[in-house]
């Protein structure tokens, strides 16, 4: 009896301790592979199963989050700093509770920038982040020495790549990039655009491989998404392809890749292995540079 007591004590401690909100950055090698698709439809699936999420678009290229979401916005992250403006003027509200931060070419300089403004970005963004479950970072292609602070402080790094041989070498080479600079980041891979499943898992298992053999590095295999017409489709009429139609193959593969994600996560896993939380790691790489 006293036993039992005692656990249910503890599991109920457990559900009164928020659980750290987890950074996630989602990367590639070579560009065009389906990151922004990805981590939009990542984030909705995560937001319509009740987390709170706020995604951010580190990317300056093509395809930005809010023109995928037919949500242009003229509010950028440079004004954060020019006219110092609330981290809460520039978060912006998609659909399923979803919350964004649009890209600009201002995202980017917070890495380069000195350190008076650091400060004021992280305060800022800390100040928000306990709000949310998930910080999903979509990154551009290829990995830059400005980011890699970034990259460094995550718990976990998404690696997209395609079926095609240029793809996987160069995610091979951007894992290597941050992998010789910081040894424990958790990597999780995740094949796009596959003709069949098998070619898909095929390509997971090369590169989990290859990262095994050449680096001794053990990474996750997350899951395959397929080649599916629905994705040109839903980005002309900029919505994201699992509420364009949530019944396709691309949109009923993401569900199913992130329902399986989720049921991976074990309780306090984070404690485990990866202790300090995203905003100490960050502050302590950015103001020590
Ligand atoms: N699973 C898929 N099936 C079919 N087409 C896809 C798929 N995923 C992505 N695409 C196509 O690839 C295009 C590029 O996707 P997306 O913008 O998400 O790539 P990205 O990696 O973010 O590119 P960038 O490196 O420029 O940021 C999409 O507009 C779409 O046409
Ligand atoms: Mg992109």
């Known amino acids: 009896m006293r036993d039992q007591a005692e656990s249910l004590r503890l599991q109920l401690s457990r559900l009164n301790k928020k659980a750290l909100t987890k950074a996630i950055a989602i990367i590639s090698g070579k560009g065009g592979v389906g990151k ?4 939009l439809n990542f984030a909705l699936t ?11 678009d580190m990317d300056i290229g093509m395809g930005n989050i809010d023109i995928l979401l037919g949500q242009s916005s003229h509010t950028t992250i440079v004004d954060l700093f020019e006219r110092r403006i609330s981290i809460q003027e520039l978060i912006k509200k998609g ?10 070419t201002g995202l980017t300089k917070i890495f380069t920038m000195d350190q ?7 305060t800022q963004l800390q100040s928000v982040s306990e709000q949310y479950d998930y910080l999903i970072f979509d990154m551009g292609a290829g990995i830059s020495e400005d980011r890699l602070h970034l990259l460094m402080a995550v718990h976990e790094v998404f690696v997209i790549t395609t079926p095609e041989p240029t793809s996987i070498t160069d995610a091979y080479a951007a894992m290597k990039y941050i992998h010789l600079r910081k040894k424990d980041i958790p990597f999780y891979l995740i094949v796009n655009r596959a ?6 898992y095929e390509t997971l298992r090369r590169l989990k491989n290859v990262m095994r053999q050449f680096l001794g590095k053990e990474v996750m ?3 395959v998404l397929p080649e599916d017409r629905a994705v040109s489709k839903a980005v002309a009429r ?5 509420l364009f139609d949530s019944t396709t193959k691309i949109s009923r593969a993401m569900i199913e890749l992130t329902d399986r994600y989720l049921a991976d996560r074990t309780v ?4 485990v292995s990866r202790p300090t939380s995203f905003f100490a790691r960050l502050r302590q790489l950015l103001l020590e540079r």
């Open 195 to 200: 003709q069949t499943n098998q070619e898909g």
């Open 221 to 223: 295999k997350l899951g």
């Open 36 to 39: 922004s698709n990805f981590s």
């Open 268 to 271: 306090g896993d984070l404690n």
């Open 46 to 56: 995560l937001s319509k199963r009740g987390f709170h999420v706020l995604l951010f």
């Open 95 to 104: 659909p399923s509770n979803l919350s964004f931060i649009a890209g600009g």
């Open 116 to 122: 008076e403004k650091v400060d004021y970005f992280l």
């Open 238 to 242: 900029q919505t994201p392809f699992l």
